[in-house]
Nanobody
Framework: QVQLVESGGGLVQAGNSLRLSCAASGRTFSRYAMGWFRQAPGKERESVAAISWSGGSTVYADSVKGRFTISRDNSKNTVYLQMNSLKPEDTAVYYC????????????????WGQGTQVTVSS
């Protein structure tokens, strides 16, 4: 199993940047593909980005492509989400998740989830 703790959320103005971190416990972090997901109030959870266990493969939702970058540091058991050019519609609770399979935007493939971190983008 793996336990996940997100950090780095906060309140920012539109156009600014934030970097989210997700720290994982356990010695097998490097075996997991990792994903970021988000859920805005009153909306369904949606995928944001995913990265393979090696970091060599990434995939993004169309809504964040070109603005967000997912990366990982297996030596630190941490995955990151760099968010640039933030928009008010990016406001949501952001969750990281771990999967024993490939990097995918399909949330059912992720059995392990963090508690989330709030990101609020003001206009």
């Amino acid at each position: 199993q793996v336990q996940l703790v997100e950090s780095g959320g906060g309140l920012v103005q539109a156009g600014n940047s934030l970097r989210l971190s997700c720290a994982a416990s356990g010695r097998t972090f490097s075996r997991y593909a990792m994903g970021w997901f988000r859920q805005a109030p009153g909306k369904e959870r949606e995928s944001v980005a995913a990265i393979s266990w090696s970091g060599g493969s990434t995939v993004y939702a169309d809504s964040v492509k070109g603005r967000f970058t997912i990366s990982r540091d297996n030596s630190k058991n941490t995955v990151y989400l760099q968010m640039n050019s933030l928009k008010p519609e990016d406001t949501a609770v952001y969750y990281c998740a771990a999967s024993g399979g490939i990097a995918t935007l399909r949330s059912p493939e992720y059995p392990y989830w963090g508690q989330g971190t709030q990101v609020t983008v003001s206009s």
